[in-house]
């Protein structure tokens, strides 16, 4: 295989066909290239669903209440449910094996914080410690609430970066004194989140804190909690639907009544994406292994036809000495070069055309189209195989001719 005679004859051979060569390399090169551009579409399109999830814990569910649409035990319809501390207890107690993080939850909007000479409004909203794993935040200076601040009932809060940025603006906005609608809270921490700007304009307070000046009769919002990770996904849906059951006897809601009180599960959505991801990847599955069948078919066709070409050429070699090993083996190492070479040209150009359209496909909700390299190297080898057994059967026909039929053939 490193004999240089070989391989000087070898691209002596393809200099001499240049047509030849580039009608096989095409085929190659135009197969890992579609090969490369349709997995990266696809990691697109899954990396959009993951970011649609990235803003909370995929393991989260949120209660919600509403008003009532249907009468029930005598109570009219239109009546509005009013979460307590207590629904916090019946939770918890109810199911400790299964809840994993958990946080009432009540929110303030449209709230204005000053600092100094900046101000700007807000969403702001009372929580427990626990609501750091909710959102997936990530503290980036200081700390997060804690449970000694529900306690003592403390005016502190930790601020989105985006707030920070607002009310600081290069500046560190840790230990500084923010106003809230006319009172006076200590930032703690400073968060990002995955979610993106949006959630990093929220502000943590102490759920305690709020609830004394907002909700003085011990009214809670929503709640929030994350299921035990081990449950699996038919399993957290099973515990969400017989959440939404007991809430609503509890707050004599009619069981078919949609809009009183509402349950969020995280787990849905992910069965959804994940049910859609898996028929998207057997699509793109199914139609990366046609474009390699069809990249197989095009190299067999074009061996063949090289083979049948060079007739004559190999006659003249083996009466000149040439041994049919030697014949065989010089066809098969033309079919794996050329093989190599374009399907690698394949992968750099489809790389490079997906960084290049990058940023342009967010539009089409393709988001970071890439594709593993192991992937597109594993479809290369498989049309290196490909080519190496297309060059062979040709090539092994061909050398078993005599030479005086091979230097006879039209």
Not at 17 to 29: V, W, Y
Not at 240 to 266: C, F
Not at 326 to 354: H, K, N, R
Request: net charge positive; charged share 25%.
């Amino acid at each position: 295989m490193f004999d240089l005679d070989r391989w000087i004859e070898i691209f002596q051979t393809l200099s001499k066909n240049k047509l030849r060569t580039a009608l096989s390399g095409f085929t190659i090169a135009f197969a890992i290239l579609l090969f490369t551009l349709l997995f990266g579409v696809g990691n697109g399109l899954k990396h959009t669903f993951e970011k649609q999830f990235a803003g909370d814990s995929q393991n989260s569910i949120y209660i919600y209440s509403g008003r009532t649409t249907k009468p029930f035990k005598g109570f009219q319809s239109g009546r509005r449910i009013q979460f307590r501390n207590d629904d916090s207890k019946f939770l918890n107690e109810k199911f400790e094996d299964k809840i994993q993080f958990f946080s009432p939850n009540i929110q303030r909007n449209n709230v204005q914080a000053i600092y100094k000479g900046e101000q700007n409004r807000y969403t702001v909203r009372g929580v427990y410690p626990d609501y750091q794993a909710l959102e997936s935040s990530i503290i980036e200076e200081g700390r997060f609430l804690s449970y000694l601040d529900l306690k003592k009932r403390a005016k502190v809060v930790a601020i989105g970066k985006l707030v920070e940025k607002d009310l600081f603006g290069q500046l560190s906005g840790l230990g500084k004194e923010i106003n809230l609608d006319g009172i006076s809270y200590k930032v703690i921490g400073v968060f990002s989140d995955p979610g993106g700007d949006r959630d990093e304009r929220y502000i943590y307070a102490p759920f305690t804190t709020i609830q004394g000046i907002y909700k003085p009769n011990d009214e809670v919002d929503r709640f929030g909690l994350t299921f035990n990770p081990k449950l699996k996904v038919d399993e957290a849906i099973t515990f969400s639907n017989l959440l939404t059951k007991l809430m609503k006897e509890r707050h004599d809601v009619e069981p078919r009544d949609q809009g009183a009180i509402r349950v969020r599960n995280y787990a849905e959505g992910t069965k959804k994406v994940q049910q859609f991801m898996m028929v998207l990847n057997i699509i793109i599955l199914f139609i990366g292994i046609g474009t390699l069948i069809a990249g197989i078919i095009g190299i067999s066709n074009i061996m063949v036809y090289i083979v049948k070409e060079r007739t004559k050429e190999l006659g003249i070699r083996k009466a000149l000495g040439a041994t049919p090993k030697s014949i065989i083996g010089m066809i098969m190492l033309e079919s794996i070069f050329v093989t190599a070479v374009s399907g690698y040209a394949g992968l750099l150009i489809g790389i490079f055309t997906l960084k290049a359209l990058g940023d342009s496909l967010e539009k089409y909700f393709i988001i970071n189209p890439s594709v593993e390299t192991y992937v597109v190297v594993g479809a290369t080898i498989v049309l290196v195989i490909a080519g190496t057994i297309a060059g062979y059967i040709p090539a092994k026909r061909a050398a078993s001719i005599k030479p005086i039929v091979a230097l006879n053939d039209e």
